[in-house]
């Protein structure tokens, strides 16, 4: 029954998993914002306990890998690819926007729908990184960055109800008004959403180079000047 340790940083929150046989045993989060590089370690501590096993008990390690924050995605990659290293145990690297999908927990009934799923992380201004999903967390559409306006969506939204989520959702929302569109709070990145990914990847060995692995940016990193140095 493989252990799997799934990390999830891309974001404002810092969540750590771990489950067995694609079986969550143990979730731990913060929500403080960037707070990742100092709050991580202690997380992992923490789920270890909870679940009843150590780090040489672990399978596999998981880890989103973008797109999202830049500094997010190198705290949680660096840190996955330190245990993957010292355990000698494979890297599994789980798209966030699906991982974000797969944290509602679709049940049979959304399943029998022909609803899509639109996950949205913020990218700053009026720009999202998006993807299209199907009730069966199945992407349909590939990973973009977006720049919104009232017109997005909208030869999709013709024929099909669609659920927007994520911290990229809200500026939208006075924006898309047709009303085939849907758009769910409060639904934030979380280490659960990795748990059935991370199992089927690890069931066919879908396993990253460690040592040449990088996180999906999507866009190149751009840095600003403090304020108080402007």
């Known amino acids: 029954m493989p252990k799997i340790l799934c990390i999830e940083t891309a974001t404002e929150v810092c969540s750590v998993a771990i489950s067995s046989q694609g079986k969550l045993l143990a979730l731990e989060e913060n929500h403080d914002g960037n707070a990742h590089a100092s709050q991580l370690h202690n997380l992992v501590q923490k789920v270890l306990d909870s679940a009843g096993i150590t780090l040489q008990d672990l399978d596999a390690v998981a880890v989103s890998k973008g797109p999202g924050s830049y500094t997010g995605l190198r705290v949680g990659v660096s840190t996955a690819k330190g245990y993957c290293y010292a355990l000698g145990i ?3 690297a789980i798209n966030t926007l699906e991982s974000l999908v ?87 990145c979380s280490a659960k959403g990795m748990v059935d990914a991370a199992f089927a990847a690890f069931q066919s060995k879908q396993f990253e180079d460690t040592a040449y692995f990088e996180p999906f940016y999507l866009k190149d990193f751009v840095g600003t000047t403090p304020k108080k140095l402007v």
Request: glycine residues 4%.
């Open 90 to 92: 494979p890297l599994i």
């Open 102 to 188: 797969r944290a509602l927990e679709l049940g049979e009934r959304e399943q029998a729908t022909k609803s899509l799923y639109v996950p949205m992380l913020d990218a700053r201004r009026m720009e999202v990184y998006c993807a299209v999903f199907d009730s069966h967390a199945n992407m349909i559409r590939e990973t973009e960055a977006k720049i919104m306006d009232e017109t997005s969506f909208a030869y999709l939204l013709e024929n099909n109800e669609i659920y927007f989520l994520g911290n990229g959702a809200a500026k939208c929302k006075g924006m898309i008004t047709h009303p085939h569109a849907n758009f769910l709070d409060n639904v934030l």
